[in-house]
């Protein structure tokens, strides 16, 4: 079974501070990560995904995450939080077998930025 | 700029009557999810679909829920007889398969109340 677990409901950071969202994943073989923000009504958007290679990986809107394969961690990171940053983030994880795409998400964690 | 849409936005309905929603993935993309999203569950996949075939269902209530591809730009998610627990945010998200794994778009979703 594959899972992700976002340890934290909700960040809340002052604007132009380091934002960290936090991931833990567990899965048979090397994961597929991804992460995905949701603004209020509306639909996820998707922001990074790790697959294989690099361990640091680089996304839209200035985010990055580090897979941590020791640590089974895939955590949200920028360097420089902005007010327009506040959303809803999800972390998913999907074994890499085949014929199978499915993705587990985590609960998600209410990132807040304020001025 | 591509996205997946999905009808209606919002649906208001009372117990017993069906509802359908519908979705249109991106032009070219294999893979169809369908989600649904309440604060208590999160995000729950209900069923996916792969070139139209249907790979997994497993997270939807069969007795009243039923998805469909009936053509690659069309996919629908039925609820017959609908009840209040069904309240939700359903979501639809497509991709394609690249190097055996792909990205999943998702939709604005559909908003259901049933009364």
């Known amino acids: 079974a594959q899972s992700v677990a976002q340890p934290e409901d909700q960040v809340k950071v002052a604007e132009g501070n380091p934002l960290t969202v936090k991931c833990t994943y567990s899965?048979?073989?090397?994961?597929?990560l991804f992460w995905y923000v949701q603004y209020p009504n509306r639909g996820l958007q998707f922001l990074l995904k790790?697959?294989?290679?690099?361990?640091l990986v680089k996304g839209s809107y200035g985010f990055e995450a580090e897979f941590n394969k020791s640590q089974t961690s895939f955590h949200l990171k920028k360097p420089s939080a902005l007010v327009s940053d506040s959303a809803l983030y999800f972390c998913a994880v999907r074994a890499p077998r085949s014929n199978d795409y499915k993705l587990s998400f985590g609960a998600g964690t209410t990132v807040t930025v304020r001025a | 700029d591509a996205r997946v849409t999905q009808t209606p936005r919002h649906k208001v309905t009372e117990m017993g009557q069906e509802v359908t929603m519908r979705c249109q993935p991106i032009l070219g993309h294999n893979t169809v999810f369908w989600y649904r999203q309440t604060m208590m569950q999160g995000l729950e996949l209900l069923a996916y679909f792969r070139n139209r075939a249907p790979l997994d269902d497993s997270g939807m209530p069969k007795d009243r829920f039923s998805a469909e591809m009936p053509d690659a730009t069309l996919a629908t998610l039925k609820i017959q007889p609908s009840e209040p627990r069904d309240s939700a945010v359903y979501f639809c998200a497509s991709g394609l398969v690249i190097g055996g794994t792909d990205t999943q778009y998702f939709g604005p979703g559909t908003r259901l109340t049933v009364l």
């Open positions: 899965v048979s073989g090397n994961p597929y």
């Open positions: 790790y697959i294989t290679g690099d361990n």
